[in-house]
Structures are given as C-alpha cells and as structure tokens.
C-alpha cells in the first residue's frame, strides 16, 4: 500500500484492488477515506518550516503553485492548514484534471496556473509518482524524505536533489535549485 501513495485515488485503489474491484468498490472507500480525513482534520499539521518555505520563495518572486488531488473538502482543510492562500500564485486540485498521478496532466495544469515553462520549473514533493509526473511533463524535481521513499528510490526516479524536509529546503535554499 505504501509504495501506491501519491497516485491519485482512483490508481492507488486499482494498484491495489486491481481495476474490476477498484471500480466496484471505488466511490465507497473514497466516501470512507474523505470522512475519516475529515473527522480527523483537527490532526493535521504543516510540515515543519513549510509555511516558512512557501512564504520565502513567493517574497522572492517565485510564483508557487499547490497541486494535490484532494477531494474539495480535503483541500478545504489542507488550506487551513498551511495557511499561505495569500501568498500561492494558484491551487491545482483533483477537480482541475481528469488523471491524476503519475500521469503529468496535474503538472501541466500547475504550469499554466504559474504561467511558466517546463525548464523554468521545479516541483517539489515526496513520492516517486510526483517525479514520474514533473519528468513525463519535462520539469526538474526535488524531493523531500517525507513521503516515507528512500533517497535512493527518489534518485532513480528522477529527482535533481532530495532534501530530508521542507525545513531542510529552506534551510539551504540559496544554494538549492529553485534559487539557481
């Protein structure tokens, strides 16, 4: 199951019911994941220093984009929870795209909302399927250990530099690839 997180619902449910099943029992266990999520959203935490690092780069001029496919009500609360609406240049959710990752469609609807290029981009994230996607779209990657993937998994995938946390990030972030 572990190695599935970061696929949008729909192919983490396929990879792991295969598709007959997934489709029979999809809509139910998306209603059950959204209403655990949100009886227990007084739970959920900002990474530590991620606020920090979306607010850093946005005061650089950095246009950053949120991409997630979270269910509307699942986003709701993750809004909430980072708390940077001010700052973010636009939002992609599971509502903005018809597939979902490791396919590239929400990469490409991030570009569009940054209004930037595949080789003037980083994505930053913390599953192999958020690699897949930004490479398949032609953008660079840097990944964050939080996702529970081994750096090694994250280098073969891919990614430009691996970083233990958004705090990490931030704490290098003159030297990093998305100031350079």
């Known amino acids: ?7 949008g619902s729909g192919k983490l449910l396929s990879t792991l019911l295969g598709d007959e099943d997934a489709g029979r029992i999809g809509d139910e266990a998306k209603e059950l994941h959204s209403r655990f999520y949100l009886e227990t959203a007084d739970l959920l935490r900002p990474f530590d ?3 920090d690092l979306i607010r850093t780069l946005a005061g650089r001029g950095i246009r950053v984009v949120l991409a997630t496919s979270a269910a509307p009500d699942e986003l709701e609360e993750l809004r909430r929870v980072l708390d940077v609406d001010d700052v973010v240049a636009g939002i992609v959710s599971g509502d903005d795209v018809e597939a979902t990752k490791p396919d590239p469609e929400p990469v490409f609807a991030a570009l569009e909302k940054a209004g930037t290029t595949p080789e003037e981009t980083i994505f930053v994230g913390d599953a192999v399927w958020d690699v897949h996607a930004a490479t398949k779209a032609g953008v660079r990657t840097v990944s964050v250990l939080s996702g529970g993937v081994g750096a090694g998994e994250l280098t073969d995938a891919g990614a430009v530099a691996i970083y233990d946390d958004a705090a990490a990030i931030l704490a290098g972030l003159d030297e990093s690839v998305l100031i350079s």
């Not at 199951?1 to 696929?7: D, F, N, S, T, V």
């Open 1 to 7: 199951m572990h190695r599935a997180i970061g696929k």
């Open 49 to 51: 220093r991620a606020p």
